[in-house]
């Protein structure tokens, strides 16, 4: 109902997880309705200037130019269709359980089950495999050769993305240890010398 009701669609499956594994040191008043009530619905929030979010800090200065606008649309949007949406007494086809689901640009929003992302995922595994087994199969002589390379080159980007986690969590130790807990929250371009740039260089 969101992706086809919303004028400026946002969403993110991947963001959400992380927030719902508790991850992000926050929460909304939404958790209540969740937790206790059993009741389904939508998590909408800012994410800009959000480490002065329920703080002594917190200022209408603060919120950025349009959000409250582009919300508001949003919400007026949302609940219009909600309102008049068949979906309320009976979801139907539209009660798929766990879906995928991610904004294209903000224009769109591209929203699929769990079992197709299932299918996609065991279908893009199986035709890499199947693509493997057809060019061996073609070049048999190189073939050997290519799969060592294959192998070296999958060994060499899983040691370096180990190396990258590796050193994100140092840099996330000494900043902890140093009582400057997300630092980088409140001054975004810290990000940059305390996590990208040991991670490019592990």
């Known amino acids: ?56 800090y917190d200022s209408p200065e603060l ?14 949007a949302l609940v219009k269709e909600i309102a008049s949406s068949v979906y309320l007494e009976d979801p139907g086809d539209e009660k798929h359980g766990k879906v995928t689901y991610f904004d294209i640009l903000g224009l769109t929003v591209v929203v699929y089950p769990e079992r197709i992302g299932i299918i996609l995922n065991w279908s893009t595994i199986l035709l890499t495999i199947f693509g493997f087994w057809i060019g061996g199969k073609r070049k048999r002589g190189e073939a050997h050769n290519k799969y060592g390379l294959i192998f070296k080159t999958v060994a060499v980007l899983l040691v ?13 130790l000494l900043t902890t240890t140093a009582d400057q807990t997300l630092s980088y929250y409140a001054k975004p371009y810290l990000v940059i010398p305390l996590f990208y740039i040991p991670a490019v260089l592990a």
Do not use: C, K
């Open 63 to 76: 919120i950025p130019d349009g959000s409250i606008q582009r919300a508001g649309e949003n919400i007026l």
């Open 1 to 56: 109902v969101y992706s086809r009701a919303v004028p400026y669609p946002f969403a993110s499956v991947f963001a959400q997880e992380i927030f719902q594994a508790g991850i992000v040191p926050s929460d909304t008043d939404f958790r209540i309705f969740r937790d206790f009530g059993n009741i389904p619905g939508i998590d909408m929030a800012y994410y800009v200037n959000g480490y002065v979010y329920h703080t002594e």
């Open 160 to 172: 370096s993305e180990i190396a990258a986690v590796l050193t994100a969590l140092l840099s996330a």
